[in-house]
């Protein structure tokens, strides 16, 4: 096995070579100093729909234009964001929300009831927004300000939903014109009402993408706290820079060129810590979950028994040394609910084994009847944990008889081609790498990995009726015990069919030019209000 750029890296950084490299950026005019940021995202972005995708990039863009009817904030707490008051009934079926003052769209129209109904809708056909549709009798303006939700049973879970910023999928204010339509359908313009404006005329697809400061944004009185609060933007101007070359992006940010790299490679991490103008930090202090998904529609991971044999496996803390290796970054992880939530358990986590069990992952295979069929992994050489964990995972496969195929590309061509439900030799996949948010897995309602309800649910499209069953009594339960308790039950039968597969849960920490500041560190995504640059 070759782990790409490697060992390449580390003499590079160690020579000082980086600094050397041409940059891309040199050659580009665009306005410097304070009041400009400039970052490099994970991947690139192609999709700009939080409906249509879950990428973060995606939802990281949607948080920069669009606003949100309420936000968790520091505390987890759900808070009114574009909501001035809200109320319920006795009967608790009845909910009425009056926008607050001063919301217009970017095109300057104002923000009106009817275009949060035509989102809360949209929303309502995706995974995450499911359960509130389920539950509705009905969501109406009652005027320009004023909606209400009415249930048909009690849904104490209701403001949650609304304000599950840290889900996979938030639900984003959109234009009723612009939501009016199916979810599978992408919205075109990038019209919202937040504190950016996206920069149609500076889009540079492929290359580069400019947010603007929204100067008729008004915010919350109170203090920005996590997702809630006040979005006080600091700067006129951010740039979202693709430099899908790791060496070239960190050249850049010790250059001052760039300000920003979501997701500097391990190798660098000692350069960094050692570099006076540089920062680490840890945004998502719930840390990520590494996880794979098996194309459970298809050959050979439509039978559990395949599905088991990956489980069986996993070496954990082969993946961790890869992805990771600082040790300060990264733990094994058995529980379906991550390391360290008031869920975490051991519920049928015998399958666990250091080095994992290849002798029982063949036994398994071979029951499976798995007779060479080609497994494609699918591989964004982009993002180098994943692409580095991909090449590991074809190893290992090969070494117990599979036909394991590596698929590269960039990260939104896995995006895209991880939509295929069809089998390989139509384009389609079998296995693909990527990883979810410690706070995401506390909400198995608003977070689509954690659910299994095949073809309706999210990419993999695992099918179980016994865990879906108890993941609807979640809603229901509100002791912390009985919650407790539900959770070891939903991880027993996950364990068992076998939704997914844990990698290990890590930490994930951002580099930074000591210039930029204000940072918001909350799980799963990245907003750009509040940040200051020196």
Request: charged share 25%.
């Amino acid at each position: 096995m070759t782990i790409s750029r490697r060992s390449v890296i580390k003499l590079g950084v160690a020579a000082g070579t980086a600094l050397s490299i041409p940059s891309v950026l040199r050659a580009q005019t665009t306005p410097t100093g304070a009041r400009l940021v400039r970052m490099v995202k994970a991947a690139d972005l192609r999709v700009f729909d939080p409906v249509v995708d879950t990428s973060n990039g995606t939802i990281d863009h949607a948080l920069a234009i669009y606003d949100t009817l309420f936000a968790l904030d520091s505390n987890a707490m759900p808070q009114p964001q574009m909501v001035e008051k809200w109320g319920v009934s006795d009967d608790k079926k009845t909910y009425m929300f009056e926008l607050r003052d001063g919301l217009s769209w970017h095109d300057g129209s104002p923000v009106t009831a009817a275009d949060c109904v035509a989102s809360i809708r949209r929303w309502g056909q995706i995974p995450a927004g499911s359960l509130l549709m389920e539950r509705a009798r009905d969501i109406s303006k009652k005027d320009d300000k004023t909606f209400t939700i009415a249930l048909k049973e009690p849904l104490g879970l209701l403001i949650d939903l609304l304000a599950s910023v840290s889900s996979s999928q938030p639900l984003f204010a959109m234009r009723e014109k612009d939501a009016d339509r199916p979810a599978t359908e992408q919205v075109t313009a990038n019209i919202g009402s937040g504190p950016f404006r996206f920069n149609e005329a500076l889009a540079k697809p492929g290359s580069s993408f400019t947010y603007d400061r929204n100067e008729k944004y008004v915010p919350r009185k109170e203090p920005s706290d996590g997702f809630a609060g006040g979005k006080i933007v600091n700067v006129d101007r951010v740039m979202w820079d693709n430099i899908g070359d790791s060496q070239t992006a960190f050249a850049a940010l010790q250059a001052g060129e760039i300000d920003y790299l979501e997701q500097p490679p391990v190798d660098f991490y000692s350069a960094i810590e050692t570099d006076p103008n540089l920062a680490l930090q840890v945004l998502d202090k719930t840390g990520w979950v590494m996880c794979l998904r098996m194309n459970c529609l298809q050959k050979p991971f439509d039978n559990v028994k395949a599905r088991q044999a990956m489980l069986h496996l996993i070496d954990q803390e082969a993946f961790l040394r890869v992805a990771v290796p600082d040790p300060r970054y990264g733990q094994t992880v058995t529980s379906l609910f991550g390391n360290g939530t008031p869920y975490s358990n051991d519920q049928n986590t015998g399958w666990f084994k250091k080095g994992g069990d290849p002798e029982k992952a063949k036994q398994l295979l071979k029951e499976a009847g798995y007779s060479g069929e080609k497994v494609v992994i699918l591989q964004p050489t982009n993002i180098a944990w994943i692409s580095d964990a991909a090449q590991l995972l074809a190893a290992t496969l090969r070494k117990i008889g599979v036909n394991a195929e590596l698929a590269p590309s960039d990260w939104s061509g896995l995006a895209a081609r991880r939509s295929k439900k069809g089998p390989v030799e139509d384009g389609g996949w079998s296995i693909f790498l990527t990883s979810d948010s410690g706070f995401g897995l506390t909400d198995p309602i608003g977070e689509v990995f954690l659910s299994a309800n095949g073809d309706k649910g999210w990419y993999g499209w695992p099918k179980n009726d016994e865990y879906e069953a108890l993941r609807a009594k979640w809603p229901e339960v509100e002791k912390p015990e009985e919650r407790k308790a539900l959770a070891r039950e939903m991880q027993r039968v996950w364990w068992d069919f076998v939704g997914d597969v844990y990698l290990g849960q890590t930490l994930r920490p951002i580099a930074r030019r000591k210039t930029l500041s204000g940072l918001i560190e909350m799980p799963n995504f990245i907003p750009m209000w509040n940040m200051k640059k020196a």
